[in-house]
Nanobody, 119 residues
Framework: QVQLVESGGGLVQAGGSLRLSCVAS????????MDWYRQAPGKQRESVAV??????NYADSVKGRFTISRDNAKNTVYLQMNSLEPEDTAVYFC??????????????WGQGTQVTVSS
């Protein structure tokens, strides 16, 4: 019953901005973390913005350009991406650790949203 849905991806020119959203829905009891990853074709999935111990860790390649934020009341996490570069082109995935009603904490992934940055 629990699912994550990303949105906000698209085609943007270098230097532009996008804001990604990820909404968790279903019979949710508690959400521990909500984070962002990305994967370019032929490459391993990598962390973009991950929260651990109350601290957000950004990939070196996005520091100063991307910002993660949470709206706990809406079960939503955002990724504000500014000064986008062609190297940011990837499918962006939301990951969350969620305890469903009557269940235990488990790891969930969204389907991803495509971000393409042209030069």
């Amino acid at each position: 019953q629990v699912q994550l849905v990303e949105s906000g991806g698209g085609l943007v020119q270098a230097g532009g901005s996008l804001r990604l959203s990820c909404v968790a829905s279903g019979s949710i009891f508690s959400i521990r973390t909500m984070d962002w990853y990305r994967q370019a074709p032929g490459k391993q999935r990598e962390s973009v913005a991950v929260t651990s111990g109350g601290i957000t860790n950004y990939a070196d390649s996005v520091k100063g350009r991307f910002t993660i934020s949470r709206d706990n009341a809406k079960n939503t996490v955002y990724l504000q991406m500014n000064s986008l570069e062609p190297e940011d082109t990837a499918v962006y995935f939301c990951n969350a650790i969620i305890r469903a009603s009557g269940g235990i904490f488990k790891d969930y992934w969204g389907q991803g949203t495509q971000v393409t940055v042209s030069s």
